[in-house]
């Protein structure tokens, strides 16, 4: 299978080890990928204007032919909802007038989509089992909207991922609700507040870990986690980690190559705890 | 005060004309995870907007506190996408002169997509502390987050195509 691989502005900043880890898991799981050519910004939230976003997705999805993956589900909400709109052939026609290469429709996809499809049951490739692992399934908003593939408010791809790792979903009430990043620079209580809860709920429902599949979910639930501890006044301490991380971790890759060391809170307590649980089982 | 029917038939324009159609039933409010923010409501606000009452619709936070959820897209048991309704006041409100600090921030955005096709946070939020120098503490306790972590980008980089990605913005913002 080949694809190709949109990273996301993040994947050069904020979001590095998502970046690493989607390599990584990509690479142990022989999905080959290419680096989409040239790639521009998809807008994320902050492109109001439709038809321009549209046109910014289009110029993306014109530099191939191979379906494109994409582990931001941001940028992979953004590419969906334009592939939505470019069938409308007044919306292509515009589009295309302004294109260098013109959009021809296209295919696209998330990673945690990818690597689900690629791990089967008992994968042998899943050398250490996270048995035992409770795991927060937190799909934020965009990865199941606009609505498609997914179940826009009781979507389950998460929870098989996670049961195919062999760890164990929590029930998990806000696993849906929005995490508050798209306005946390002008409107910084309001989102505070907001991942505040996902991550207070996380902890009442018993989650060692959480897992992310977008990079502003992440970053406002990791990054800022010390800061909203301290505001909340409550210790949560949960390690954030993006579904490619969780999956490499069960495929036995090394932190470094996860990124591991770059999330705030650090996981490796979990990792080790799982290696122990594995190590007392057999 | 008068009617604006310009700015109606704009909103229409932009976010769909199916926006007529609304019951005002609340099932956008009732899903807007910022709706005790905001004053109007989601639903109020599409209320001001069919009436033409264009000051009123703009002149507040609620476009603002919008996160992109899409939830109350996904819900309207009319079809109507009340995110489309605030992306377009957004648009409109973008046309005017004096911008408030969002405002501003989405203006910082779309201007380094033009500039380089990417976003490098590090200058992005540069420049919105310009405009919005209340926003140093927060800025500053992330940096102090990331920076050890490597995470915080630097280089600002430039694509190939930056003028066909400049004529996207210019020539499809209708």
């Known amino acids: ?282 | 005060m008068a009617k604006d029917l310009d700015f109606k038939r704009e909103v229409l324009r932009l976010a769909g004309a199916e926006v007529l159609t609304c019951i005002q039933c609340g099932t956008c409010s009732a899903s807007c995870p910022t709706a005790s923010l905001m004053n109007p409501s989601i639903r109020r606000l599409i209320k001001l907007c069919l009436e033409g009452r264009k000051d009123e619709a703009l002149a507040n936070d609620t476009l603002w506190l919008c996160t992109s959820c899409l939830l109350c897209t996904v819900r309207c048991p009319r079809g109507i996408r009340p995110k489309a309704v605030v992306s377009a006041l957004k648009e409109i409100s973008g046309r005017d002169e004096k911008k408030s600090k969002d405002a501003s921030y989405e203006e910082l955005f779309v201007k380094q997509i033009e500039e380089n096709g990417r976003i490098a946070e590090l200058p992005l939020t540069a420049e919105f502390l310009l405009v919005f120098p209340q926003g140093m503490v927060q800025s500053m306790q992330m940096g102090l987050e990331l920076l050890p972590k490597g995470k915080i980008g630097i280089e600002i980089d430039r694509i190939k195509g930056r003028d066909e990605v400049k004529r996207i913005i210019k020539e499809l913002r209708r």
């Open chain 1, 1 to 282: 299978m080949k694809l190709a691989y949109y990273p996301g502005c993040v994947s050069q900043s904020t979001g590095k080890e998502m970046d690493a880890s989607t390599r990584a898991v990509c690479a142990a799981l022989g999905i080959e990928i290419e680096e989409l050519a040239d790639w521009n910004c998809c807008g994320a939230t902050h492109v109001s204007n439709e038809l321009v976003a549209t046109g910014l997705a289009a110029r993306n999805m014109a530099q191939t032919d191979l379906p494109i993956m994409t582990a931001c589900s941001i940028c992979y909400s953004n590419l969906r909802a334009a592939e939505e709109r470019l069938k409308e052939p007044e919306v292509l026609a515009k589009v295309n007038a302004v294109l260098d290469k013109k959009y021809r429709g296209a295919v696209i996809r998330h990673a945690l989509d990818v690597m689900l499809e690629a791990l089967a049951e008992g994968d042998e490739r899943i050398v250490l089992p996270l048995k035992g692992m409770l795991v927060a399934p937190y799909y934020g908003c965009l990865l199941t909207r606009p609505a498609g593939l997914y179940s826009a408010e009781f979507p389950v791809i998460l929870e098989t991922l996670i049961r195919r790792l062999e760890a164990e979903p929590v029930d998990f009430r806000k696993k849906t609700a929005c995490c508050g990043g798209p306005i946390f620079m002008p409107q910084e209580k309001a989102a505070d507040d907001i991942a505040f809860g996902i991550l207070s709920e996380a902890k009442r429902a018993g989650a060692e870990v959480i897992v992310t599949v977008c990079p502003l979910c992440h970053l406002m639930l990791d990054a800022k986690q010390k800061i909203l501890e301290q505001k909340g006044g409550e210790k949560i301490g949960i390690p954030v980690l993006y579904v490619t991380q969780l999956a490499g971790i069960a495929l036995g890759l090394g932190p470094e190559e996860l990124g591991l060391f770059m999330n705030s809170v650090s996981p490796m307590e979990i990792v080790e705890k799982a290696y122990e649980r594995m190590s007392s089982e057999s």
